[in-house]
């Protein structure tokens, strides 16, 4: 049961006081779900993180948000069933996430998302100083392990988001890295100069995945490497409605916990479920000129880390 009462007390996680107010709304909140003490261990963590890094999200009216509270009132909707709206959500989305994001990819993923991202980064191939390209880069985690893997290499982080991009540049201590606000489907590069494109959770939020991949194709050279992990759409039905429902339900209650609105997070389901399953997917970058090198499945293929290559001219996969 939760309830909440709009006066100055603490908030409490199993009868133990943790946090004494939030921002310029004091709530008293008690949880007795019978929920472990590692959930509560991890909502104070991300609280305390949400009010230290970012409290004027909590505190100022957010330009998507009631107009008294602040809160994130923007409903997904009809917002991903074209390119432009798509686009529009997405940015106002993560603007919302980003002072929760580097926490929540944490939590959602139960403290697995740096290792899946260290794997992706270990499967890359050596080179002595490549031209990197982080699509929808978020907070920096990749770029900054491209930079460590590739010391001598460029590495260029791109999101639209800018409140994403500002924790990513306060992060950044690598002088090869750089961030640049840019849509992954109209990218201002050169045309083959890349030699490595990357994405964590980029694809799936691309408000024109075919657009997105062409521009992929366009910017990687001849033999180019391409590697992203996200959320991954099995084949089967079945198992596209089991894994609807699980990261739903999942992703609701901690958009609820954190924002007030299990929309902010019920996204990710959302986006999914219009996303090419895995075979579909294949087959997209197959036509589009490149081949399938490796593909690895994490918590039993809800998320997958693929790279792909672009194949020379007249090749075919």
């Known amino acids: 049961m939760y309830t909440a009462e709009m006066r100055t007390a603490p908030i409490q996680c199993d009868g133990v006081v943790i946090l004494e107010s939030w921002c310029a709304?004091?709530?008293r909140t008690?949880?007795?779900?019978?929920?472990?003490?590692?959930?509560?261990?991890?909502?104070?963590?991300?609280?305390?993180?949400?009010?230290?890094?970012?409290?004027?999200?909590?505190?100022?009216?957010?330009e998507t948000g009631d107009p008294v509270t602040g809160h994130f009132v923007l409903k997904i909707g009809d917002h991903l069933e074209n390119a432009e709206t798509k686009r529009y959500?997405?940015?106002k989305n993560f603007s919302e996430v980003a002072p929760r994001y580097d926490f929540i990819t944490r939590v959602l993923s139960?403290?697995?998302?740096?290792?899946?991202?260290r794997t992706l980064i270990s499967l890359l191939p050596p080179h002595e100083s490549p031209v990197c390209v982080d699509l929808a880069?978020?907070?920096?985690?990749?770029?900054?392990?491209?930079?460590?893997?590739?010391?001598?290499?460029?590495?260029a982080g791109l999101d639209i988001t800018e409140p994403m991009l500002d924790i990513a540049r306060h992060r950044n201590t690598h002088s090869n890295v750089s961030f640049v606000n840019q849509d992954m489907g109209s990218l201002d590069i050169a045309s083959g100069?890349?030699?490595?494109?990357?994405?964590?959770?980029?694809?799936?939020?691309?408000?024109?995945?075919?657009?997105?991949?062409?521009?992929?194709?366009?910017?990687?050279?001849?033999?180019g490497v391409a590697a992203f992990l996200d959320f991954?759409?099995?084949?089967?039905?079945?198992?596209?409605?089991?894994?609807?429902w699980g990261l739903k339900t999942w992703t609701g209650l901690w958009g609820a916990l954190l924002h007030r609105n299990h929309e902010v997070y019920g996204y990710i389901a959302e986006s999914l479920q219009r996303f090419p399953d895995r075979s579909h997917l294949r087959d997209i970058f197959r036509d589009k000129g490149f081949s399938v090198v490796d593909s690895r499945l994490f918590f039993g293929g809800v998320t997958e880390l693929l790279m792909v290559q672009k194949l020379p001219r007249g090749e075919t996969p």
């Open 25 to 27: 709304v004091h709530l």
């Open 30 to 62: 008690t949880f007795s779900w019978g929920l472990p003490n590692s959930f509560g261990i991890l909502f104070l963590i991300g609280y305390n993180s949400c009010c230290d890094k970012a409290s004027d999200v909590f505190c100022e009216p957010f």
């Open 89 to 91: 959500y997405t940015e």
């Open 110 to 117: 139960f403290g697995r998302d740096a290792a899946w991202k």
């Open 137 to 155: 880069c978020g907070t920096g985690d990749i770029a900054f392990l491209l930079a460590a893997k590739y010391p001598r290499g460029r590495i």
């Open 193 to 223: 100069s890349a030699d490595i494109v990357t994405g964590g959770y980029a694809l799936r939020n691309a408000p024109d995945l075919g657009t997105a991949i062409d521009e992929i194709s366009r910017v990687l050279k001849p033999c």
């Open 232 to 244: 991954s759409k099995p084949d089967g039905k079945i198992s596209q409605k089991m894994e609807y």
